[in-house]
């Protein structure tokens, strides 16, 4: 017996609105403060009711591709759609498939390097700054928890500074994402809390090298440099994980 062809499920009014308007952005090459058409517009462009409209204004907001104002020039205008949105939901899709340090670096080895690469000649004086004073805080001596803690992410917002000068959006999106993922790694796990006397002095050392390369162009030393970075934090992160779960376990059985 032949089996009945499956229907496709009609579409929502409101989704086919926001699918519309993410296409004119692309199309009409819109810009961030541009504004979108207003709910009566939107009613009319697609003989829907003032209900769909909202829904597909709000679904936007919510995107944090729109945002609204009030008032006699009020209405819809379009935003610049940050990353972090998008990073934290596949961040939070990530931690249930229990993702360890190891499985990150496999592919942080290769967007790291090519990133480092991509951004060679196009870091300005004040991205060099930045980049030394992220090397000196993490210099200086810090004993408390909380500072470990703060020096830790900080040297993985060296990386996102980068990042930020990184001329292909894609891999500057990768890149940081991998980054704010360890940074969740670092703090549910705690993985500041052992002595990393060592990590601290092999990433502060690959950091100050890198530095130098950038200032002198060498693509080689930047490619070189950046990969034995990756491997030796890897190797680094995997330990702290070995050293940080049982001290997870402990603190559960306390706690319970």
């Known amino acids: 017996m032949l089996s009945r062809p499956l229907r496709r499920k009609r579409q929502k009014l409101s989704d086919v609105i926001v699918e519309s308007v993410k296409r004119s952005i692309v199309t009409d090459a819109l810009k961030p403060g541009d504004r979108l058409p207003t709910e009566r517009e939107l009613m009319e462009s697609f003989q829907c009711s003032k209900g769909s409209a909202r829904e597909a204004l709000k679904a936007l907001e919510v995107e944090g591709l729109v945002s609204t104002r009030t008032g006699p020039s009020g209405g819809a205008y379009l935003n610049q759609a940050g990353t972090e949105p998008a990073s934290r939901a596949l961040r939070n899709y990530l931690h249930f498939q229990h993702l360890d340090g ?62 930020q000068a990184c001329p292909n959006p894609l891999l500057s999106f990768m890149a940081q994402f991998l980054n704010d993922l360890l940074r969740d790694l670092v703090v549910l796990k705690k993985a500041y809390k052992p002595k990393r006397k060592q990590f601290d002095a092999a990433n502060l050392d690959y950091h100050k090298q890198l530095l130098s ?32 779960s049982p001290h997870f376990l402990l603190e559960f059985d306390h706690r319970h």
Do not use: W
């Not at 967007?111 to 980049?131: C, K, P, T, W």
């Open 102 to 163: 190891e499985q990150v670096y496999q592919l942080r080895k290769v967007i790291e390097v090519e990133l480092a690469v991509s951004v060679l000649g196009r870091l300005s004086e004040d991205d060099y700054q930045a980049l030394q004073d992220n090397v000196d805080f993490c210099s200086a001596p810090e004993d408390s928890e909380a500072g470990q803690r703060e020096q830790r992410l900080a040297e993985l917002e060296f990386h996102n500074l980068l990042a």
């Open 213 to 244: 390369a950038f200032r002198a162009g060498d693509e080689r030393a930047v490619r070189s440099l950046m990969h034995e970075h990756m491997c030796d934090a890897e190797h680094h992160m995997t330990a702290l994980e070995g050293e940080v």
